[in-house]
Nanobody, 118 residues
Framework: VQLQASGGGLVQPGGSLRLSCAAS????????MGWYRQAPGKQRELVAT???????NYADSVKGRFTISRDNAKNTVYLQMNTLKPEDTAVYYC?????????????WGQGTLVTVSS
């Protein structure tokens, strides 16, 4: 199973970006999906998660600005980021808990850089 993340880039403060992360490979079903981020010199932190049933959870710092969603038919998780701030600058990593023929595992994407700067 591989995860391919995309959508990062440079955006001005107050702008928006949409990240995508698609899973491919031997997949029976996908459980939870999520996004984490790691800013320079800081530890990786949770941004948002979404369960197979659609329940969501957000870090306090992004509540009301970011929206996580999923398309089960496409094995894809999205992160809509609005009203971006310079402190949102980080490498964003997606994760998906995938059930396959050999069991259930947590997979990570390669990371996509988001830079918020004027």
């Amino acid at each position: 199973v591989q995860l391919q993340a995309s959508g990062g880039g440079l955006v001005q403060p107050g702008g928006s970006l949409r990240l995508s992360c698609a899973a491919s490979g031997s997949i029976l079903s996908i459980k939870a999906m999520g996004w984490y981020r790691q800013a320079p010199g800081k530890q990786r932190e949770l941004v948002a998660t979404i369960t197979s049933g659609g329940s969501t959870n957000y870090a306090d710092s992004v509540k009301g600005r970011f929206t996580i969603s999923r398309d089960n038919a496409k094995n894809t998780v999205y992160l809509q980021m609005n009203t971006l701030k310079p402190e949102d600058t980080a490498v964003y990593y997606c994760t998906q808990v995938v059930a396959g023929l050999l069991g259930e595992y947590d997979y990570w994407g390669q990371g996509t850089l988001v830079t918020v700067s004027s």
